[in-house]
T-cell receptor, first 118, second 109 residues
């Protein structure tokens, strides 16, 4: 199946700093990518939908000025957590949408990025 | 509103069969996905149903009834490595995935 990579796989940063997470579709082009956040023992929570060449669509309650999303090419989307705080510590997962055939669009997930803010 | 319900936790014995149920209410329907997620890892795709009926793939099968808003994932010949969370997700009218909270499956020897 299609492969999605994320970098870094884990990061530890100080409170107040910014962290950039990259999501790449390695063998296909993705016009749409999704960013999720997952806290321990909880399900995935959609943060935003990223469309190549246009502004991201943020879910209710997600601060767009704090979580900057850039989808500059068909294979790369970035999420920047600005002025990170300990409560931003979480598992961030991206997925890329591909046309899997005539009947559905499947999301392929990256391996996730574990962010710990001290 | 949109809602996906699945049991929080289930326990089964190695070698046995387990069925994980999922009921949903969403705005539009473009298919239902089941994902497996091991702790600390991203979800991995297991199955997709868009038409009513049973889809079989090896030890795993998934069933869908659109009229009832119901699906189940059936795992046969359980192995210890099947211990994981199983997430039910529905693709809505905008092809956005609406996620259930996941079912933690514990396999005992």
């Amino acid at each position: 199946g299609a492969v999605v990579s994320q970098h870094p796989s884990w990061v530890i940063c100080k409170s107040g700093t910014s962290v950039k997470i990259e999501c790449r579709s390695l063998d296909f082009q993705a016009t749409t990518m999704f960013w999720y956040r997952q806290f321990p023992k909880q399900s995935l929570m959609l943060m935003a939908t990223s469309n190549e060449g246009s502004k991201a669509t943020y879910e209710q309650g997600v601060e767009k000025d704090k979580f900057l999303i850039n989808h500059a090419s068909l294979t790369l989307s970035t999420l920047t957590v600005t002025s990170a705080h300990p409560e931003d510590s979480s598992f961030y997962i991206c997925s890329a949408l591909t046309s899997g055939g005539p009947s559905y669009n499947e999301q392929f997930f990256g391996p996730g990025t574990r962010l710990t803010v001290l | 509103g949109q809602n996906i319900d699945q049991p929080t936790e289930m326990t089964a014995t190695e070698g046995a069969i387990v069925q994980i149920n999922c009921t949903y209410q969403t705005s539009g329907f473009n298919g239902l996905f089941w994902y497996q997620q091991h702790a600390g890892e991203a979800p991995t795709f297991l199955s997709y149903n868009v038409l009513d009926g049973l889809e079989e793939k090896g030890r795993f099968s998934s069933f869908l009834s659109r009229s009832k808003g119901y699906s189940y994932l059936l795992l046969k010949e359980l192995q210890m490595k099947d211990s994981a969370s199983y997430l039910c997700a529905v693709s809505d009218s905008n092809y956005q995935l609406i996620w259930g909270a996941g079912t933690k499956l514990i396999i005992k020897p």
